[in-house]
């Protein structure tokens, strides 16, 4: 159980379009799910925290117009990428929290969505 | 200021050698405590977490993690590491609903 899907797993795209990651909690209901950035050989960096019907919380620094989340129902939040540019080439992953049973206030992590921005 | 910290970004271990990766972590109050391995290109596995109780924590793949207040610290060991192994290890706390905090990581190498 608590697994977390992600969509794409890679995408490669022009400098100045659009890309969407999706993020799917499989079999629980994620009223917060949280997207990650994480550089090569890096550790991950927080972008964001995802609320079921309500906006996201961005940590500083990054850019919310640049980055935008929708998490419209319990099991789906999506990241999008918009006017993509080389530097937001990166990996990005998304983690989904199980408030329920013996999994109380874990993360479960998809697998990541590796951005490619020529 | 909270934070966590690996000291150690690099470890070579032979394969069939012991393995102990160091955490240690700044808050106020006692914090959940991960242990997250990463194969490349992949995203996190939990290892193991402890919230309260026994400080001695077991995990999944023969790892086990003990939590020592006094020393601010929650290092994560295996007895006898296997080829699989390799890969990066995130210690991670949280204070509150979810939100995590890692450390750098500390990538391990297995030789034969």
């Known amino acids: 159980g608590a697994v977390v899907s992600q969509h794409p797993s890679r995408v490669i795209c022009k400098s100045g379009t659009s890309v969407k990651i999706e993020c799917r909690s499989l079999?629980?209901?994620?009223?917060?799910m949280f997207w990650y950035r994480q550089f090569p050989k890096k550790s991950l960096m927080l972008m964001a925290t995802s609320n079921e019907g309500s906006k996201a919380t961005y940590e500083q620094g990054v850019e919310k117009d640049k980055f935008l989340i929708n998490h419209a129902s319990l099991t789906l939040s999506t990241l999008t990428v918009t006017s993509a540019h080389p530097e937001d080439s990166s990996f990005y992953i998304c983690?989904?929290?199980?408030?329920?049973?013996?999994?109380?206030?874990?993360?479960?992590f998809g697998p990541g969505t590796r951005l490619t921005v020529l | 200021a909270q934070s966590v910290t690996q000291p150690d970004i690099h470890i070579t271990v032979s394969e069939g050698a012991s393995l102990e990766l160091r955490c240690n972590y700044s808050?106020?109050?006692?914090?959940?405590l991960f242990w997250y391995v990463q194969s490349p290109g992949q995203g996190l596995q939990l290892l193991l977490k402890?919230?309260?109780?026994?400080?001695l924590v077991q995990g999944i793949k023969g790892f086990e993690a003990e939590f020592k207040r006094s020393q601010s610290s929650f290092n994560l060991r295996k007895p006898s590491v296997h080829w699989s192994d390799a890969a990066e290890y995130f210690c991670?706390?949280?204070?509150?609903?979810?939100?995590?905090?890692f450390g750098a990581g500390t990538q391990v190498v297995v030789t034969p």
């Open positions: 079999d629980f209901q994620a009223t917060t």
């Open positions: 808050y106020g109050a006692t914090p959940y």
């Open positions: 991670a706390f949280t204070d509150s609903w979810g939100k995590l905090q």
């Open positions: 983690s989904a929290l199980n408030l329920a049973g013996v999994s109380y206030n874990e993360q479960f």
């Open positions: 402890y919230f309260s109780g026994d400080t």
